[in-house]
């Protein structure tokens, strides 16, 4: 006799209930087993999760490709992540992203603590490109389906849902490059009109101060309170101290002699207001701090001329490190 559409209904919901348990408990018990050292990667849970499984009882780093770089052609190309891990007995757990921000940063965290791993202290890069309009929503530089996954936890229903929700609404590129640039509280243009892509990166030739100029606006001069990153950092760091788990955050030099040679000192005092306002982001309790956005000049930068960025030559992060190396050992109680 066939089913009645009552029973039917009941069958399949009895089916997605148990589906659900079933799942919940084995991905909990795979999560378990990693903590205890028995590793086995599946795709529940993701492979991030074990990267910041390896964070037990170590300093875990979390930044983007500025911790990463070094130049070719130097004589010491040690990364900026590795000098730091110089500074202190305990050992690091690089979990840094290049090109992501505090957006991945916050999602790393949130994954951290609710699976009960205590780092001894969190080391956490913040610069002010991570918060411009040329980062955030940049469809190139997002990672949506680990950034759900992180955050949502173990329970694949709701972690999936997550990625089709987050997908589905994702920008595309033509409206990432349509969205308009505020300065000052005034649209100064859109993403792809600062950005100059057909222009190139690091051409030969002579500058065009007004392109650079342009793109410094885009990557600096932006009115930084428009940024929906202000709030997952400060969750990170509400996160973290809720955990009770020291932090040490920084933010990166930025190359100011170059921005003054090419923006008008009206952009180059927007540029220095919203490093001061970054700087008081980071100021929080329970975090060690140091902004450290105006302390490097132009010769420890390492970029193309006619695009600045905060990549970093060798006396450049071999000060950055000393500096930080100093907030670590003050978070761990090392002397």
């Known amino acids: 006799m066939p089913a009645t559409p009552r029973q039917f209904a009941i069958r399949v919901a009895t089916f997605v209930l ?12 795979l999560t378990r087993l990693a ?45 900026l992540v590795a000098r730091l891990g110089d500074e202190f007995a305990v050992a690091i757990e690089n979990a840094t992203r290049a090109g992501r921000g505090t957006e991945m940063a916050r999602a790393q965290i949130a994954a951290l603590v609710r699976l009960g791993v205590r780092p001894r202290a969190v080391v956490v890069e913040v610069s002010l490109r991570q918060f411009s309009p040329l980062w955030e929503g940049n469809p190139n530089l997002e990672d ?11 329970f694949l229903p709701l972690r999936a849902a997550g990625v089709f ?42 500058l065009d101060s007004g392109i650079v100029g342009d793109r410094c606006r885009l990557a600096y001069a ?5 940024s929906t990153r202000l709030s997952m950092l400060r969750e990170l760091f509400a996160t973290l101290r809720a955990a009770d788990i020291p932090c040490v955050a920084f933010v990166t030099p930025l190359d100011m002699e170059f921005i003054a040679s090419h923006c008008a000192p009206a952009d180059v005092e927007r540029v220095r207001q919203n490093l001061a306002a970054l700087g008081g982001e980071i100021t929080q309790p329970g975090v060690f701090a140091a902004d450290l956005s105006q302390t490097l000049s132009l010769a420890d930068f390492d970029h193309p001329a006619d695009w600045p960025d905060e990549h970093l030559r060798f006396a450049g992060r071999e000060f950055v490190a000393k500096q930080v190396g100093a907030l670590v050992r003050q978070a761990l109680g090392e002397r």
């Open 165 to 206: 929700k987050y997908e589905f609404g994702r920008i595309t590129p033509r409206e990432y490059r349509a969205k308009p640039v505020f300065v000052a509280g005034t649209p100064v243009g859109t993403v792809g009109d600062l950005e100059h892509k057909g222009a190139g990166i690091g051409r030969a030739g002579p």
């Open 35 to 79: 903590i205890r050292g028995i590793r086995i990667v599946p795709k529940i849970p993701a492979p991030e999760y074990l990267r910041l499984l390896d964070a037990e009882d170590r300093v875990l780093v979390l930044g983007d490709s500025v911790m990463l770089y070094a130049p070719e052609g130097e004589s010491n190309r040690r990364s």
């Open 18 to 29: 148990v589906l659900g348990v079933a799942t919940f408990v084995a991905d909990a018990a």
């Open 222 to 226: 932006f009115d930084l309170d428009r």
């Open 144 to 154: 949506p389906s680990l950034e759900r996954m992180l955050l949502t936890g173990s």
